[in-house]
């Protein structure tokens, strides 16, 4: 079992709808949650990060974090065509080298 | 504020040659981290340093590969006698001390080995 697991999609919605992406994880330590965005042929994008469980909202993105269920969500609302792109999420503890998990990332298409 | 810089951004070696990667961290940055990302494939840690010392190397092969970030200057990936399964995105990313969730990244370097 991947200590990440994120569904590869495609997701394709079209332009105006809310996106949601998802994460599970098997490692309770993990203390720091991201996630990325990353453009075809591009190096990621830190779009946000959370600090153990809660919610987080930046503008059109929100972050939720449920460490009782080892789940973590990335919601996109008013999704736009430039929102398509991979979205990573990722995972870190606290010490121990501060390794850093990655999932495999979910495609995202927004259709104009 | 110049970003994590990464070169050259496209390598290309023949089997049996080696590959030198550099990476500069953002300016106030002093911890790196490098990655590996195959095809169609999620972001792989291979190794975390800070100035003249490693600190993870955990996600690093035990042969061929080898990373440093000196006192001075980029840190370096190498990888000696490369084989075609090394072709791959090799990413850097730079963050603040102890702040692994502050990671920015660069561009890549793109290696294809013939």
């Known amino acids: 079992q991947k200590e990440v697991e994120q569904d590869p999609g495609p997701l394709s919605v079209p332009e105006g709808a809310i996106v949601s992406l998802n994460c599970t994880y098997s490692n309770s330590a993990f203390q720091y949650f991201m996630w990325y965005r990353q453009y075809s042929r591009k190096g990621p994008e830190l779009l946000m990060y959370t600090y153990s469980s809660g919610n987080k909202e930046d503008g059109r993105f929100t972050a939720q974090v449920d460490k009782s269920s080892k789940y973590i969500s990335l919601f996109i609302r008013d999704s736009q065509p430039s929102d398509s792109a991979t979205y990573l999420c990722a995972m870190s503890e606290i010490g121990g080298g501060f390794k850093t998990i990655f999932g495999a990332g979910t495609r995202l298409f927004v259709k104009a | 504020n110049a970003g994590v810089m990464q070169n050259p951004r496209h390598l290309v070696r023949r089997r049996g040659?080696?590959?030198?990667?550099?990476?500069?961290?953002?300016?106030?940055?002093?911890?790196?981290?490098?990655?590996?990302?195959?095809?169609?494939?999620?972001?792989?840690?291979?190794?975390?340093l800070q100035k003249e010392n490693i600190i993870d190397e955990s996600g690093m092969p035990k042969e061929r590969f080898s990373a440093e970030f000196p006192k001075e200057g980029p840190s370096i990936l190498r990888i000696q006698q490369v084989v075609r399964g090394d072709s791959a995105a090799y990413f850097c990313a730079s963050s603040p001390p102890g702040r692994p969730e502050t990671q920015y990244f660069g561009p890549g370097t793109r290696l294809l080995v013939l």
């Open chain 2, 17 to 48: 040659q080696e590959a030198r990667l550099r990476c500069s961290p953002m300016k106030g940055h002093s911890h790196v981290y490098w990655y590996r990302q195959l095809p169609e494939e999620g972001l792989k840690f291979m190794v975390y």
